[in-house]
């Protein structure tokens, strides 16, 4: 069954009833041809999901009724927050789905040192627009309760200021060959954790010391090197499974 996502104010439990608006409406009835009584997912971006009858196709939105809610749940109870120093070409595209498909909350993109992409402010937002509608597709693909957040571009500065809201971060690095992400996490009862990634090419030495300083853990991710965007993905992937739901603990 095809899954949309709605915001919880198009939603009325009272009259179970939902509406789904915008690009949505042009998929739903041109591309999967919906009709009337057809059955579709519906998310309200919160972790709840409902089991939906088309009721009504209008050129702006479609009206829908309310037949079943859904009791499972898609989200983690930890939430990861991966930051993303700026790759090049179309890598942030799989970073972004790939992160989203696993249970990542948020991925925040960061302009290192060695960030080889810099983005100007006048394509920023159309390539954020683009990137933002991949978290989306993605979001719907792998049945998340939630679309996860696209934060950025930041600067190394202002990623570390955000860190500090964390409750635990990480920091794969290369050269860390002593601890790695699985010890750094045992018996870990923190609710929110960030991990800073860096770019092709990795950390510059300073700023792995920054990150230090403000009470980050550097850890190894194994032997062998990993690319950017498949250190983004394992690292994830490790906290996720460890410490919440990835792997089958549901």
Sequence with gaps: MDRFFTPKSNINLEQNTCVIEGEDVKHISRVLRCRENDKLEVCDMDNNEYICEIKEINKDNILLDIIEKVNIKRESSIKVKLYQGMPKGTKME???QKLTEIG??????????????KIDNKKEDKKIERWERIIYEAAKQSKRGKIP??????TFKEALADMQNNDLNLCPYENERTISIKEA??????????????PEGGFEEEEVEKIQE?????????PRILRTETASVVASSIVLYELSDLGGNI
Aim: net charge positive; charged share 20%; glycine share 10%.
């Design 94 to 96: 799989l970073i972004l």
């Design 149 to 154: 957040k696209l934060t950025g571009v930041l």
């Design 214 to 222: 403000i009470d980050g853990k550097v850890v190894s991710l194994g």
């Design 104 to 117: 990542v909350d948020e991925i925040v993109l960061v302009q290192t040192k060695r960030s080889v992409t």
């Design 185 to 198: 996490i045992k018996d870990s009862s923190a609710n929110t954790i960030g991990i800073f990634v860096g």
